[in-house]
Structure formats: C-alpha cells, structure tokens
C-alpha cells in the first residue's frame, strides 16, 4: 500500500515537475508547480512528517504561489519568445543534466541499497509538538535570525515596489 | 508489492526534481518561469532533508526543512519585488533582452 501511493504522487511529482520546465505559459508553469508541491506534501506524510505537509500546503502551495501568480497576472506575462541563445543552452545543457541525474542516481543506489527502507508509521517524530520544541530550544538562535530575515526581506520588498508619489 | 520502499527511491525522486528545475532556470527565457524553477530545486532539497531525518531517525532534518520554506518565501518576496521593478524599467520579462550588464 505504502509503495502504491508512493508510486502514484512519485509520477504525479515528476509529470507536473516536466510541466513546469516545458509549458511556454508562466500560469500553466505556476500550477504544475502547486501540483508538485502537493504530491510531495503527500510523500512527506508518508516519510513521517505531518507538520511539514501541512506548512508545505499552506505557505509553499497557499502564500508563495498564490503571489507567483499575483505576479504573473499582474504583470500580464505572455508566453515566452524562442530566441538563440536558449537553443544553444538546450543543445549543451541536455547532456550535462542527464550526466549529472545519471551520476546522482549512481552514487545514491551505491549508498543506500534495497535494504534501507522507508516503512510508513516506524517514525512519528514529525508532529506539531516535537518539531516545535526542537525549535524553540535547540534551534532557538536560528529561529530568531529567521524572523529578523523575515522582516528584512518584508522591508526590502515594500522599499522596491515603493512608487514615489507626485 | 513489499511494505518497505527503498530510501534511495526517495533520494531518486529528488535529484530527478532537482535536475528538472536546474533544466528549468537553464533553459527558460522568461525570469518568472527560471524564479519558480529555483523553487522546485528548492523543493527537491527539502525532500533529501526530510527523507534523511526519517533515515537518521532525528528531527533536525525536518527543522532544517522548515528553514528552507522559510528562507523560499522570504527569496520569493523579495524576487518578486525586483521582478516587479525590472518590469517597470524595462517592460519585458525576457532575461535576453535585460542584458545591459554584459561585456
């Protein structure tokens, strides 16, 4: 059962990942993006991590997306046009990507064989509560220059989209 | 079909979303659709961390992907707002013709 459901969003992952890559329309890009991000909400639950589905639902998913798109139609983005360099960057970069995913795949099944496994349910450790507490006492520090990043990143984007008035 | 999944199929899937989103921002000539591409690699990171704190039995992992969701959306305000105000210089999105930087 655990295999079959990671089977499907595991395709559903990877078909809405090429989505993103080949579709010309930013939209379209934009919502096979949700599409994966909501497949690997799923897999994180099946590797035992409930919190972080749900912050992968609502902030990546919900927030970051939704502002993608605000963006995009903002802006009113059409498709995008073919141009040179883009042929020659397919023409070298096709190679070296599958290069690069051919070595990565190698090296992961020379590390970890068939008998590591994932069983769904053997580790629960990813709840609100323990995930909270490791925040707030081993990771403390960082948690609190998270939230001075956050309110620099805040800052820097209300001084860039500031509009001086006439 | 066995109860146990591999770990390396998890580590598999990453490194396929990773490769697919450097593909993306490679490729593409539109800044907002390279942007959303670092997302996916984004993504794909947070998945090998997660998949290593079920592997090492430890929760770090998953607090060090929390991070990294909220570093994206920090990077995603910001990029946007650049984005916006390039749009607003220049009227296009197409990184081909913001090249005034080059030679």
Known sequence: ???????????????????????????????????VMASLAVI????????????QV???????????LFVIMLLNAGSEKKSRGAWMARLAGVPLLVALLTILSFVIFRMYPRSVGVKFGSFAAGT????GSALFTTYLLPFEITSLLVLIAIL??????????? | MPQTIPLSWYLVLSAVLFALGAAGFVFRR????????????LNAVNLTFIAFAYHLRQVDGQVFAF???????????VGLAIILTV?????????????????
């Open chain 1, 44 to 55: 994180y639950l099946l590797l035992g991590a409930p919190f972080l589905a749900a912050v």
């Open chain 2, 67 to 77: 991070f990294v969701m909220v570093v994206a959306a920090a990077e995603a305000a």
């Open chain 1, 156 to 166: 820097g984007a209300v001084v860039l989209g500031y509009k001086e008035l006439d």
């Open chain 1, 1 to 35: 059962m655990d295999a079959i459901i990671f089977l499907i969003f595991a395709a559903a992952a990877v078909i809405f990942g090429i989505n993103v890559v080949l579709r010309t329309h930013p939209v379209s890009s934009a919502l096979a993006l949700i599409g």
């Open chain 2, 30 to 41: 539109n800044i907002i659709t390279m942007f959303m591409s670092i997302e996916l690699m």
């Open chain 2, 87 to 103: 749009f607003k210089n220049r009227a296009t999105l197409q990184v081909d013709e913001i090249a005034s930087m080059k030679n």
């Open chain 1, 58 to 68: 609502l902030v990546y998913a919900g927030a970051i997306m939704v502002l993608f």
């Open chain 1, 128 to 131: 609100v509560e323990r995930v």
